[in-house]
């Protein structure tokens, strides 16, 4: 029940772009978007709650296609602390749902070199 | 700014033994939560937790888990005995509502030798 991200990975030297791509075969009301880096706990990044919304701190912001299922993320001028794993787990968060379970796939991976 | 704070960060325990990690979730918040995650796999949820009482639960929370919330601030999981493929890091999380984004303690590893 996991979005599906792609790529699967990616390297990038300090300063270059990159794009993640998150998509579910399942209604999306949300998307939410957290990193986690190697031996850590994943901390969120952003939340968009409507279709078309589109959010950004610091060079990360993220659009989100609710007709498309679709949502992506844009890092810019990449930095050696973008380095981690990329989710965009599923929430069914109905507004009112008590259900506030997270489906982890198994993320983008992205590597930054100096 | 608030955050979710869990304890144990590491617990080594024997199998078979049974053991309790600790979070106190961010305090305005209603919604709590149990992950976990093996060395090289994907996060899981385990189980949440609203209203004082379990809201849902994953296949992987059976008869050997259960979750407690003993006072306003902590939220705990036990584990009655655990066995070798408990060992993982498990993650407390929480959220103000249902649908709006969970933030996560730094987790405690636990390993079952």
């Known amino acids: 029940q996991q979005p599906v991200q792609s790529p699967q990975a990616v390297i990038l030297r300090e300063g270059e772009d990159a794009v993640i791509n998150c998509s579910s075969s399942?209604?999306?009301?949300?998307v939410h978007w957290y990193r986690q880096k190697h031996g850590e706990a994943p901390v969120f990044l952003m939340i968009?709650?409507?279709?078309?919304e589109q959010k950004g701190h610091d060079k990360i912001s993220a659009s989100f296609n609710e007709k498309k299922q679709q949502s992506s993320l844009y890092l810019t001028a990449s930095q050696l602390s973008y380095s981690g794993t990329y989710f965009c787990?599923?929430?069914?968060?109905?507004?009112?749902?008590?259900?506030?379970?997270?489906?982890f796939g198994r993320g983008t991976q992205l590597t930054v070199w100096p | 700014e608030p955050e979710v704070t869990q304890t144990p960060s590491h617990q080594v325990t024997q199998m078979g033994q049974e053991v309790i990690l600790r979070c106190v979730p961010i305090?305005?918040?209603?919604?709590f939560y149990w992950y976990r995650q093996i060395l090289g796999q994907k996060v899981e949820f385990l189980v949440s937790?609203?209203?004082?009482?379990?809201?849902?639960k994953s296949e992987i929370f059976d008869d050997q888990f259960s979750v407690e919330r003993p006072d306003g601030s902590n939220f705990t999981l036990k584990i009655r005995s655990t066995k070798l493929e408990d060992s993982a890091m498990y993650f407390c999380?929480?959220?103000?509502?249902?649908?709006?984004?969970?933030?996560f303690g730094q987790g405690t590893r636990l390993t079952v030798v």
């Open positions: 968009l709650l409507k279709g078309g």
């Open positions: 305090s305005n918040h209603l919604y």
């Open positions: 787990p599923r929430r069914r968060n109905l507004e009112g749902s008590t259900l506030g379970r997270l489906y």
């Open positions: 937790f609203y209203n004082n009482e379990i809201s849902e």
């Open positions: 399942k209604a999306l009301y949300s």
């Open positions: 999380a929480s959220s103000r509502q249902g649908y709006t984004e969970a933030f």
